[in-house]
């Protein structure tokens, strides 16, 4: 992850101070937030942060997919995401960007709902894409 860190807006990180992971945007449009940090932990219904990003390689030519979450149910939110092309698809055209168009890079920003060790609900919140 360090190699694409300072590549990316959406980056998981850790909030010492109160002992979770966060979701940091470094760049927050309006009506943004600059910290997304998860309500709740696992096994109590909370909500969560995930990023799927699809940085720009500094090294080589093969694509690069970043799946990060505040917590395990909203990884595997952003993976199913990522995995389900149709719906990842449908995602990208209600944000904008033709799912078939070449992007130089893609970040997602995603609100989970979880419950009892399973997300539940998921919508990206956030987006930046660069051509």
């Known amino acids: ?10 980056v998981i990180d850790n909030d ?3 002992r979770i992971q ?5 760049s927050p ?3 943004e937030q600059a910290f997304y ?14 990023i799927i990003s699809a940085p720009s390689n500094p090294v080589g030519k093969a694509p690069v997919l970043i799946i990060a979450g505040t917590n395990a149910e909203a990884t595997e939110a952003a993976g199913e995401l990522a995995a ?5 698809a449908r995602e990208l055209r209600q944000l904008g960007i033709d799912p ?3 992007v130089t890079q893609l970040e997602l920003l995603i609100r989970v709902q979880h419950l009892n060790d399973t997300p539940s609900r998921s ?4 987006h930046r894409v660069t051509r």
């Not at 992850?1 to 959406?10: H, I, K, P, V």
């Not at 389900?84 to 990842?88: A, F, G, T, V």
């Not at 919508?123 to 956030?126: F, H, L, P, Y």
């Open 1 to 10: 992850m360090e190699l694409f860190d300072d590549r990316l807006n959406f």
């Open 16 to 18: 010492i101070e109160n």
């Open 22 to 26: 966060r979701c940091r945007n470094r």
């Open 29 to 31: 449009r309006t009506g």
């Open 37 to 50: 940090s998860q309500e709740h932990t696992t096994n109590v219904p909370g909500v969560a942060y995930a």
């Open 84 to 88: 389900d092309l149709p719906r990842m």
């Open 100 to 102: 078939e168009s070449k």
């Open 123 to 126: 919508e990206v919140i956030a």
